[in-house]
C-alpha cells in the first residue's frame, strides 16, 4: 500500500518532471504572446505603443486581481481539476481574439485570458509544496519554473510567426487549439493530490489571510516578485518597439526570434535549485537581480547582437530570482501554501501590469533610454528588498 510519505521517498519520475514542465508552459502560452505583435496592432488598429502595450498589462492585471481568491478556492476544493479546467478556459478567449474589431475588444479578451492564469500557477504551486519535500520539491519547482519560461518563449515565438505566416488573427486559433490538446495532457498525466486536506471554511480562510499579511516571508516574497514581474513586462514589452523602429526594424518574425533567448533562462534555471540550496534565496536573488541590472544597461548599446545578449542576461536573471523566490516561499510557509501563492502571485502581476504602464510612458517619452532607468530603478528596489527584508532574522 503506497502512502503519502512512500510518494515522497521516490525518485520523481520523468513523466511527473515533464507534467509539471508542461503545466507551467501552458500557463504562460498566452499570457506574453501578444508582445510580438504590438506593431502589427499599432498598425491595424491605429493606435499609440502606450494603448498597444497595455494589452500586455490588461492580462497580468486580471491575474493580480483574482490570484488571491483562486487561492481560496483551491484550498477548499483541490487541486488537479481547478488547473485542468484553466487550461482548458484559456482557449476560449483565445479563440475570441480572432474576431476583435478594435483595441478594447482585444484589452478585455485579453483580461479574460488572464482570470485563468492563476488557476494553473497559484495552484500548482500549491500543490507541489504539499506534495513533495526538500530536494525534491525544489527540483519539481525548477522544472515548472522552467515550463514556464518555455511557455512564455513559444507563445511569443509562435505567434511571430503565424502573423507573417497566417496573420496574428488565424495565429489565435492555432494558440486556442494548443491550450485545448493542453489541457486534456495535463488531465492525463499530472497525478492527483495525496496530501491536499480540504479547508472549505470562509473564516478559517481569513484568518490564514490575516496571517499571510503579517508574515515577514510571505511579504518580502510578495515585494519581490512586484520588482521581478515590473522589470520582465517592461522590458520585453517596449523593446519589441525599439527594435521594429530604425535602425533595426525587424519584422515580426525577426522580434520572435529574439525570444529564443528565453530558452537560455530554460536551461539555466534547474540548474539553479543547486544555487538556491547552497546560498540560501537572498544570495542567489541579490546575484540574479544584479545580473540583470547589467543586462539591462548593456542594451543601450547600438550593435543588435549585443542588445541581444543584454535581454538574454537580463532574462536569465529574472528566471533564477523567480524560481528563488517561489522556492522561498515554500520552506517558509506550512499553512494556506495556495492562498499564499495567491498573494504572491497578486504582487507579481501587479507589478507586470505597473511595469507595462509605467515603462510605456517612459518609452513614449524618452524611447528605451528612460526605459532603462525605469527598470534599473525597479531591479535597484528588488536588491534591497533581498539584502534587506529575506534577509532580516525574526526578533528572539
Known amino acids: 500500500m503506497n502512502t503519502a510519505a512512500d510518494h515522497n521517498e521516490r525518485a520523481l519520475p520523468v513523466s511527473l518532471l515533464l507534467a509539471a ?25 491605429g493606435v499609440s505603443a502606450v494603448s498597444a502595450g497595455t494589452t500586455v498589462g490588461a492580462t497580468v492585471l486580471a491575474v493580480a486581481l483574482v490570484s488571491p481568491f483562486t487561492g481560496m478556492v483551491s484550498d477548499a476544493l483541490g487541486r488537479k481539476w481547478l488547473i485542468v479546467a484553466s487550461v482548458l478556459f484559456l482557449s476560449l478567449p483565445t479563440l475570441l481574439l480572432y474576431g476583435a474589431d478594435d483595441i478594447r475588444q482585444v484589452w478585455w479578451l485579453r483580461f479574460l485570458q488572464g482570470l485563468a492564469v492563476p488557476g494553473i500557477t497559484v495552484v500548482l504551486i500549491a500543490y507541489i509544496g504539499e506534495e513533495f519535500d526538500g530536494a525534491r520539491r525544489v527540483r519539481l519547482m525548477s522544472f515548472y519554473v522552467s515550463g514556464t519560461i518555455l511557455g512564455g518563449f513559444l507563445g511569443r515565438f509562435l505567434l511571430g510567426y503565424l502573423d507573417e505566416w497566417l496573420g496574428w488573427r488565424n495565429g489565435m486559433l492555432v494558440m486556442a487549439v494548443l491550450s485545448l490538446a493542453g489541457g486534456v495532457a495535463v488531465w ?26 503579517h508574515n515577514r516571508h510571505v511579504l518580502s516574497a510578495c515585494a519581490l516578485g512586484f520588482c521581478v514581474l515590473f522589470s520582465l513586462v517592461g522590458c520585453f514589452t517596449y523593446i519589441n518597439l525599439y527594435l521594429a523602429e530604425a535602425p533595426y526594424r525587424l519584422s515580426s518574425a525577426q522580434l520572435a526570434d529574439i525570444f529564443a533567448v528565453y530558452l537560455i533562462g530554460m536551461v539555466i534555471t534547474p540548474l539553479a535549485g543547486q544555487l538556491i540550496m547552497r546560498l540560501g534565496a537572498s544570495r542567489t536573488v541579490s546575484l540574479a537581480v544584479a545580473l540583470s541590472v547589467f543586462g539591462v544597461l548593456l542594451s543601450l548599446s547600438p550593435p543588435l547582437w549585443l542588445v541581444i545578449l543584454a535581454l538574454a542576461l537580463m532574462s536569465t536573471g529574472v528566471f533564477i530570482t523567480q524560481s528563488a523566490t517561489i522556492n522561498y516561499i ?13 498573494l504572491y502571485y497578486m504582487a507579481y502581476y501587479a507589478g507586470g501590469f505597473t511595469g507595462s504602464w509605467l515603462c510605456g510612458i517612459a518609452y513614449a517619452r524618452g524611447g528605451w533610454d528612460r526605459t532603462v532607468v525605469v527598470l534599473v530603478a525597479a531591479q535597484v528596489l528588488a536588491m534591497t528588498i533581498a539584502a534587506v527584508l529575506m534577509m532580516k532574522k525574526p526578533a528572539a
Open 21 to 45: 514542465a508542461l503545466t507551467g508552459a501552458l500557463a504562460f502560452l498566452q499570457v506574453y504572446s501578444i508582445q510580438s505583435v504590438l506593431p502589427v496592432l499599432m498598425r491595424d488598429f
Open 188 to 213: 492525463r498525466y499530472l497525478p492527483p493530490s495525496r496530501r491536499f486536506v480540504a479547508r472549505p471554511q470562509v473564516a478559517q480562510a481569513l484568518k490564514t489571510l490575516w496571517q499571510h499579511v
Open 330 to 342: 515554500a520552506q517558509h510557509v506550512s499553512e494556506g501554501r495556495s492562498l499564499a501563492s495567491g
